[in-house]
């Protein structure tokens, strides 16, 4: 599904990914872990498409060139990124906002878009299975929420969405442990063959929830180490030190 | 998708019609504005009254302390009065309309066809110097609602004209107004009789479309005791070169618990992305809460012009009386808007809001000036102003100028500004939601402009969204 080759990432100079590889498969779920600084949500970024980077490498979704689409471009082919810190859009209703989203996807595909109706249907169920309050789907998008209903709102955007490749930035960072509950239910729900997470994060805490079939340590822009669960668990023991 | 977009960006209401016109000689003079009154058939009253504010123009000096400046308009270069030669004598019935006008009109997506036409908004179709068709005359009749050219008003409805007219904007009160009062051609005119709610809205749709003239145009609406209207006007231009002056005085006076709501989209031709061309859209507007519990509110959502500059105003004489000024300006490319409003509190507990949305982008420059004066004797009023400007890019200005005059203890006056930019975050959030660059401006422009947007009338919110999105478009890299 996603195939990264020699990824170099610069910004302003500063080499932040250095001969980058990671390869995912349909229905796999991947962490990737690492300290402050190493190049965890520069990786999120460039997969996503914000500008400002300076690249060279390759990167492969569905057999495209990833570096030949724009950021909606990468969104309509199943690409989603929960953000680290998402945003405030002021005036925009939070409903609104996902019916867009989701519409402009359907769009894009050559799919039906879905009336209000129909939408309004959908995000009420997605919205009670992730025990996001309706009445906060009607408020401004982010503004006034806190951390937690932020990140709560990333994952109910990626369940109306439903995405191939989900990549999770620090989702739990920020979270307490009911809402890292309801977040890791989220995502479990979205486990299927066909879908594919890539999970940033700097503890281990999250995956006792989301059992990754695969752990990567990234220390200055490089994978280090590769493993199954154990490794996190290792990690968490050992800390980053180890592996410089 | 890239050609839609290319398609969009261009001013879709650029074209011109080829019709023949009836114009005055150039010139600005007395014998053109006898010409006007001649063509019109006014009265001698009428006549007389354009001839003082024209004997009052010539000591007057034209304005100069606005922030957006233009080179000398030459007043004897321009055309004062142009008109479709055979809608010069307006046709009692709109199936005896010029084709090509009628074609215009349905381009503009405004049919005057009986069986087309909008539900529930009666429009008065104005194109340069003439109204060419008024829908639904009949239907107001039946209320008593009097709808429709200021000319025929002129003919039909003296005393209400000579009572009202120039009560709210004296001839004498600046340079344009005065122009305006001497040359004005034609715009609309409303009454509304007391205790009547006007059943439905009402709208004048301005064209200009002869070249090197000037479209100057007069609006007076009345609302008796205990009336309401909403009204909405809407205006395009070809493009041109050329820079064409609209210079138009809109009046209106609410008696006793009536209530006036007047809405603007204001969509001229701007000008090229070089700033070539465009409109000079230089208006009065003023509105008076003459009686008591009045209330008058102005929405205005400008996107086009080459400059704007316009204030309107509330004079709040009534007790009780409110005034309301709800605003979108938009500027892009060359574009310069200099735009706010003025309240005026003479009566006590009398109640104000201003809420203004500046939007610059490109290499323009935005201004909201206003004025909030509480007189002494205007105990227990308030004003509350809010003031937002959202910059694109950092090539464009934007400036808040407010004037607060508060002569009364025991009234307040709070307000609030605050100044933003669209980040790069926020596009790049949307855009990983599926929405192109382009969305997402409009997505994140619209939510900025929100309580105003909210102020339209149904029909013309939706419109007014979509030429938010599209005045901007091409303005992020």
């Known amino acids: ?244 | 998708m890239k050609k839609e977009i290319e398609n969009l960006k261009e001013y879709k209401y650029g074209f011109t019609t080829d019709v023949e016109n009836i114009r005055a000689p150039k010139g600005l003079n007395e014998d053109t504005i006898k010409f006007i009154s001649e063509i019109k058939k006014e009265p001698k009253w009428m006549l007389e009254w354009r001839l003082k504010a024209f004997e009052r123009l010539k000591k007057l000096k034209e304005p100069n302390w606005q922030k957006p400046k233009y080179p000398k308009i030459d007043y004897q270069d321009l055309y004062y009065y142009s008109a479709p030669k055979n809608a010069s004598s307006k046709p009692k019935d709109i199936k005896d309309l010029d084709p090509k006008i009628l074609e215009t009109y349905k381009k503009l997506g405004i049919p005057l066809e009986e069986q087309k036409r909008l539900n529930g908004i009666a429009v008065d179709a104005v194109f340069d110097s003439v109204s060419v068709a008024t829908t639904f005359k009949e239907k107001l009749n039946d209320v008593g609602v009097i709808f429709c050219s200021i000319s025929e008003a002129i003919q039909k409805h003296p005393n209400l004209v000579k009572k009202y007219l120039g009560s709210v904007i004296p001839i004498t009160d600046h340079y344009f107004a005065t122009l305006n009062s001497a040359v004005f051609t034609d715009g609309s005119f409303v009454y509304i009789p007391e205790g009547v709610r006007c059943p439905m809205e009402l709208s004048t749709y301005f064209r200009i479309n002869a070249s090197q003239t000037g479209q100057f145009e007069r609006t007076l609406i009345i609302a008796d005791k205990g009336s309401y209207v909403s009204y909405l006007e809407g205006c395009t231009a070809p493009m041109r070169d050329e820079n064409q002056l609209h210079a138009a005085n809109v009046e209106l006076i609410a008696l006793d618990d009536a209530e006036i709501k007047y809405s603007t989209v204001q969509n001229w031709y701007p000008g090229d992305e070089d700033g070539k061309g465009g409109i000079y859209n230089f208006v009065t507007k003023r509105g008076l809460c003459k009686g008591t519990n009045s209330k008058i509110s102005w929405t205005q959502v400008e996107t086009g012009s080459a400059i704007t500059w316009k204030y309107p105003s509330c004079i709040l004489k009534g007790d009780n009386s409110i005034g309301e000024f709800y605003s979108i300006a938009i500027t892009n490319n060359h574009q310069k808007a200099d735009t706010g409003t003025k309240m005026i509190h003479l009566g006590k507990n009398t109640k104000s809001k201003i809420i203004s949305k500046g939007i610059s982008a490109g290499l323009s420059d935005m201004t909201y000036r206003g004025l909030v004066d509480i007189s002494s004797k205007a105990n227990n009023s308030s004003n509350y102003t809010q003031c937002d400007s959202l910059l694109m890019g950092n090539k464009c200005g934007a400036h808040t100028v407010p004037y607060i005059k508060n002569k009364n203890s025991k009234s307040n006056v709070a307000h609030e500004a605050t100044t933003s930019k669209i980040s790069e975050d926020q596009l790049h959030y949307c855009q990983q939601r599926g929405l192109n660059s382009e969305e997402a401006v409009g997505l994140i422009v619209n939510g900025f402009c929100k309580e105003v947007l909210q102020q339209l009338p149904m029909e013309f919110a939706v419109e007014a969204q979509k030429l938010v999105g599209i005045s901007l478009e091409g303005s992020v890299g």
């Open chain 1, 1 to 244: 599904m996603l195939k990264i080759n020699n990824l170099n990432a610069k910004i302003k100079n500063k080499s932040i990914l250095k001969d980058f590889k990671l390869e995912i498969n349909p229905g796999e779920v991947h962490a990737i872990m690492g300290p402050n600084g190493s190049g965890k949500s520069t990786l999120s970024n460039i997969l996503s498409g914000k500008k400002g980077y300076d690249v060279s490498g390759e990167i492969l979704f569905e057999n495209k060139n990833l570096f030949k689409l724009e950021t909606e471009e990468r969104a309509h082919e199943g690409i989603f990124l929960a953000f680290q810190y998402p945003l405030e859009i002021p005036g925009v209703n939070t409903n609104i906002f996902l019916k867009t989203s989701l519409n402009a996807i359907k769009k894009a595909r050559g799919e039906k878009e879905l009336d209000a109706l129909e939408f309004l249907n959908l995000v009420k169920k997605k919205a009670k299975e992730l025990k996001f309050e309706e009445e906060k789907l009607n408020r401004q998008l982010n503004v006034g929420f806190s951390g937690g209903e932020k990140k709560k709102n990333e994952i109910l955007q990626m369940s109306i969405l439903q995405p191939k490749l989900s990549i999770l930035d620090e989702t739990d960072s920020g979270l307490d442990i009911d809402a890292l509950r309801i977040v890791a239910d989220g995502v479990n729900s979205l486990r299927k063959k066909d879908n594919s997470f890539l999970i940033i994060t700097h503890y281990q805490r999250l995956l006792d929830y989301i059992k990754p079939d695969y752990v990567h340590v990234l220390i200055n822009g490089k994978i280090m180490k590769s493993g199954g669960p154990e490794l996190a668990i290792e990690l968490e023991k050992k800390g980053y030190e180890s592996y410089n």
